[in-house]
């Protein structure tokens, strides 16, 4: 047995007849399984094993015919990381975006609101009793047709118009 597979839970025994046991060890018990469980956990393991070692380490860049690229200084060219742990990043002193809002966010989204507030009360009464009932009482289309005694298509097109309107007056 080669020593790289010393550590695998999985085996392949070949019998005196030619044909192949496959065996799984299971919480230290040797368990004879099928050759389709035994290619699934060599599988796995080759899944497990990119993901922990092949990922993280470094990777040298390659011409067309295999061969490493050599830089300025005479060592080949490294790639990098494909995986970046956050303890290393915090190692090197990187710099998060906190999750809060920046003080210009605060200032701008407060001007929009503003704003927005303005425009809405330069519409008509009927207009922004439209706005007031889709987007602030949350009401659908469909029911405030109905209470309005227009059809859903006719207050979708009504509405798309105040939208445009509250575009148009938006920054004026």
């Known amino acids: 047995m080669k020593n790289w597979q010393k550590d695998r839970n999985y085996r392949k025994f070949e019998n005196a007849d030619g044909s192949f046991t496959f065996v799984v060890t299971v919480d230290g018990e040797d368990v004879e399984v099928s050759e389709k469980v035994y290619r699934e956990c060599a599988k796995t393991e080759r899944k497990m094993e990119y993901m922990e070692l092949d990922l993280k380490r470094d990777r040298v860049l390659q011409d067309a015919d295999g061969k490493a690229v050599m830089g300025d200084d005479g060592l ?3 790639l990098p990381e494909r995986e970046v742990s956050l303890d290393k990043l915090i190692g090197e002193d990187w710099d998060f975006p906190s ?3 920046s003080p210009e966010d605060i200032v701008t989204d407060a001007i ?5 507030f303005r425009c809405l009360d330069l519409l008509e009464p009927d207009e922004r009793a439209l706005i007031d009932a889709l987007f602030f009482r949350g009401e659908t289309e469909r029911v405030y047709a109905e209470t309005l005694g227009i059809s859903k298509t006719a207050l979708h097109a009504r509405k798309n118009k105040v939208l445009a309107k509250i575009k148009n007056l938006f920054g004026q």
Do not use: C, G, N
């Open 112 to 116: 929009q609101i503003e704003e927005l």
């Open 99 to 101: 999750a809060e809002p």
């Open 76 to 78: 080949p060219v490294v």
